[in-house]
């Protein structure tokens, strides 16, 4: 391949305008989802667990019911209550929405039967597994995320006016500073 061909071929991200290299999903300097709109980024690790986190008090405290009729809702935004509260949401890979029925699958077949079948029959191990894949995988996947070919984002992408002052005080942490150019 020629230098003029490997200049062709470079696609530079809208958020941060460094070349969008590697096989990822996301690009390797401000996680943004590549193909998707401009400051739709990945959601980081501590907002996914503190999601997972928080969707076990706020179902006790709904008495059960109260969280499955707000998880209803929430699945047509690829989300559950957890999610909502702390600002992510399931996409498919290519940044397009998953829908409620895609959602639905994600949360209750695959995550819900699969995953947890899978885990009592292994003491837990399967659901440790899942929950830290996207730690180590170069598309931040779990692997509930392989099975559905989705990723998780930020769902509070910033307006481009306020692009250029966001983020470095991000309470939840690992987002990194955020670099304009253009
Ligand atoms: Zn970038």
Known sequence: MTTMDQQIAVRYCPDCGVAEEGPGRFCTNCFHLKGAEPNVRAATFLRRLAAYLLDIPLFIVTLGIGWIIWWLFTLANGQTPGKQVVGIQAVRADGRPLGWGLTFVREFIIKGLLIGFL??????????VNYLFPMFDKNLQALHDKMMSSVVVKDDPLPASRARIDTTND???????RQVTG
Request: charged share 5%.
């Open 119 to 128: 885990s009592n029959l292994t003491f837990g191990i399967v659901f440790v």
């Open 171 to 177: 309470p939840w942490g690992g987002d990194g500073p």
